[in-house]
């Protein structure tokens, strides 16, 4: 009589944002794929109950915690409620592992997986680390993070520098097969505007100001334009005024067709964006958001400004004349276009899922159920020499 193998559990605390979100739905479709049982923890906010629905074969709890951002007595109420619902949910399944993704959903499940001896992996995305990841780092079996700068800002025994996980659906497409897909014509230039998960009014506004001589600068470019929730109908329309071809959304799921689509992205640098741009080898002029955190997406965005992959200008630069003079000059440019995607292939790092799946297994004992195979990456044995 044969008898079934351990389940082998881990528990994925990625909520909050977008940037947090996509590189922990990553990891858990990798560990899906190799026989784990995987729940992930995230907020209750709309893009992450949006984006979980494409969470196929993993659980799904929302926690209440929210973030540290002056107003302590709700933090702490959201906290220690968040705290005692992992407590609840590691008691009855209780995970081997727990990997945080950073942000204000990493501290309960940490915590509670530390109390019942789970192995803890923290991830921080931005050059700068967050305060999750700098308090949650000695309670950590192992930290990874996406760029090396972050290393040494990082209170860790056992740090490595991974790249952040993306989809295993980010990888270059034919454009004009993802411009179909999403409604346009296949054979015009396409730009691509976004704020992250959440959108970016000032950059909302400031290309919809720009579009009239725009439109005349370079004839014939399409738009996607994805807005953030409460001000999609305000932008579609300035687009139909003037008789361009847009896709407006709010938030876009399949971000691959997207990205695949675009020749050039207009965006905030956070972290999961800046890698999933890497991915898909898509060039971008950055816009940090001004008021983050120890100004990480201005840092962030530099290392990419610094190997020719993007352009970046301070949010109080960013005018209809910026963006008319920018635009222009780059869509005039095929050379300029393609040097720049050139470029983003150097920080690309198509191995970062399969080394922290691998991490995890390594350090919880557990054979790979993948076989010889990997998952996302080359055969074993093979990955040094490629």
Known sequence: MSMNPPTKRVAIACGGTGGHLFPGLAVGDALVTRGCEVTLL??????????VKSAYGMEVESLPVVALSGNLPRFAAGFWSSLGQCRKLFR?????AVLAMGGFTSAPPVIAGKLIGARIFLHEANAVPGRAVKLLAPLADEVFVQFPAAIPRVLSTDIRATGLPVRSAMEPLAKADARIALGLADDRPVLLVMGGSQGAQSINQALINSLPRLAKAVPGLQFIHLTGSGVVEPVRQAYEVLGLSAVVRPFLTEMEYALGAADLAVSRSGASSLAEFSAMELPAILIPYPTAVDDHQRLNAQSFVDIGAARCFHQKQLTPNLLVSQLSELFGSP????????????????????????????????????????????????????
Do not use: Y
């Open 42 to 51: 995230v907020s209750p906010k709309e893009v992450d109950q949006t984006a």
């Open 92 to 96: 009855d399944k209780p995970p081997d």
């Open 335 to 386: 050379a300029k276009l393609e040097a720049m995607a050139g470029a983003m292939k150097q920080w690309k790092s198509a191995q970062s899922t399969v080394e922290v799946v691998q991490r995890i297994f390594e350090a919880c004992g557990w054979e790979d159920n993948a076989g010889d195979e990997l998952m996302f990456g080359l055969p074993r044995g093979k990955e040094a020499a490629a």
